[in-house]
């Protein structure tokens, strides 16, 4: 068995060395869009995380009519923590808010009578949520219609145009590349069958198993990829460290952590190698056949 | 279009036949049908007992590893040696480095060709060319060797040699199946000889009862 797996890595290694052009072109291109795929997604999961560190980004803070009372802002709160997407209810009675703001600046509160109403401190669970639950927070009686639902809507929605524009571009760039690479991949492996057409015909000739036919060109296919997808990860890591550097030199006061090359180059070495292994699969069962 | 219509045959184990006819006789796609190279679409064709028309692909392999194939073209590999060339087919089929090492000379030798093991093809004549793709057919020790016009690119003296060399391997016990147009030697070998002619039998020198059809 370790025989004839040597020979045909042997014979996978002799096609990758032989194809050279195509084997580099199926290679360069796996590995640009697997730098995109993979550095719109490591920069997507890091927005994700950048915005939802925030201060305050999922709170809202919602006022209630004057002269509420002390047991319908009670059941309103347990009405609200039943709404879904709602993480937590906190009343903020109007005292303890203008004893906070006396504290905070007291030039500008002497004399003044407690302008403040009853409130709410809700945290929502996820962005998305926000709206709908502003919504329904409007319908309730108790809340004043002005200023009644405050919430940081603009940023909301800034940040979550911004995540999906990167989500859609990302996609359909590192997509489109994608299926070059598939194609590059599954062309170079159709050359390789073309060029090695008299040592396939021997093999058939003198009984190899179709493993021993076909196992070369699959070993081939999955080596472009698993070289573009670390190629990929090595790529991320040089322009994590530009992008820490010019952070740097701005003195930007933004922490970027240290880019995982190890996991990197097993995610996209894996996902190049599975791609190239079905192309290639593609490749070899295709029309004009090795066996 | 039809490749060949009725042919009625039968081989005993250990014989050694020829396949004689004009281009397009036929001669190549029985053959061809012998090896799987081509399904037959009708008929029946059996070898050693089974059933070529039921094997499934994967059962080809197997099948092939049966017989001894010599193309008309010899089919070697032009950037490897002699030895290499017979090595290349032996490690395919699933031998090991040490036994392709002890078997490749012997191999080379039963075919008179070991002097030049490690010439390159395009360094041998067609004749020691034609040798060596003998020597990759008989790699797998078969009861069976194929040639398709085995003299076909060779001088009266170089086709006599390779004939003496089938006739010595028919003679060790391997059933022999050429398919050739040099008359003039087919008679000298003094064979069995089946003439094809549009894909029919027009005349079988052993006067077999015919059992094959494809």
């Not at chain 1, 047991?71 to 009343?91: L, N």
């Not at chain 2, 490897?80 to 490690?91: D, F, G, I, S, T």
């Amino acid at each position: 068995m370790l025989d004839r797996l040597s020979f045909v890595i042997g014979e996978a290694m002799i096609a990758l060395r032989r194809n050279g052009f195509m084997t580099f072109a199926a290679i360069s291109t796996v590995a640009v869009s697997l730098f995109l795929l993979g550095g719109l997604g490591y920069s997507y999961l890091r927005a994700v995380e950048y915005a939802q560190a925030i201060p305050g980004k999922f709170d809202m803070r919602v006022y209630l009519r004057p002269g509420t009372s002390a047991a319908k802002i009670s059941e309103t709160a347990s009405q609200v923590r039943a709404f879904p997407g709602v993480a937590s209810v906190a009343w903020i009675p109007k005292e303890k808010a203008w004893a906070k703001e006396v504290k905070d600046d007291p030039a500008n509160t002497v004399g003044i009578e407690n302008p403040y109403p009853d409130a709410f401190k809700i945290t929502i669970k996820s962005l998305k949520d926000s709206d709908n639950v502003a919504d329904k927070l409007r319908s309730l009686p108790v809340i004043d219609p002005d200023p009644g639902v405050v919430y940081l809507k603009d940023e909301q929605h800034l940040i979550d145009e911004g995540l999906q524009v990167m989500r859609w571009l990302g996609l359909f760039i590192a997509g489109l590349l994608f299926v070059t690479a598939g194609i590059l991949i599954f062309n170079a492996i159709k050359l390789t069958i073309t060029h090695r057409r008299r040592e396939i015909r021997i093999m058939q000739l003198v009984g190899a198993s179709r493993f021993t036919v076909r196992f070369p060109f699959l070993i081939e296919g999955t080596v472009q990829g698993i070289l573009g997808g670390f190629i990929a990860a090595w790529m991320l890591a040089g322009g994590q460290q530009v992008f820490q550097k010019f952070l740097m030199d701005l003195d930007a006061r933004v922490q970027v952590s240290a880019f995982p090359v190890l996991i990197a180059m097993a995610i996209l070495g894996g996902v190049g190698g599975v791609y190239g292994l079905i192309c290639s699969w593609l490749a070899v069962m295709a029309p004009n056949r090795s066996q | 279009m039809t490749g060949l219509d009725h042919v009625s045959l039968q081989i005993q184990k250990g014989d050694f036949v020829f396949f004689v006819g004009k281009t397009g006789a036929g001669k190549s796609t029985l053959i061809k049908v012998l090896t799987r190279e081509v399904l037959h679409t009708g008929g029946l064709v059996t070898l050693a007992g089974r059933d070529l028309g039921k094997l499934k692909e994967r059962e080809i392999p197997a099948l092939r590893r049966e017989m001894g194939i010599v193309p008309q073209d010899f089919g070697l590999l032009p950037r490897k040696r002699v030895w290499e060339n017979v090595a290349y087919a032996m490690r395919a089929v699933g031998h090991s480095r040490s036994e392709v090492r002890l078997k490749v000379p012997a191999i080379l030798d039963s075919v008179n060709i070991g002097h030049r093991a490690d010439a390159f093809p395009h360094q041998l004549s067609g004749g020691e060319q034609q040798r060596v793709a003998i020597a990759r057919a008989l790699i797998n020790n078969p009861p069976l060797l194929i040639a398709d016009e085995p003299t076909g690119n060779l001088d009266p003296e170089r086709s006599w040699e390779i004939m003496e060399l089938l006739k010595s391997l028919n003679l060790k016990g391997t059933t022999v199946l050429v398919a050739s147009h040099d008359m003039m030697v087919i008679h000298r070998m003094a064979r069995r000889i089946v003439t094809l002619d549009g894909g029919a039998i027009v005349s079988d020198s052993a006067n077999t009862e015919v059992e094959l059809d494809a």
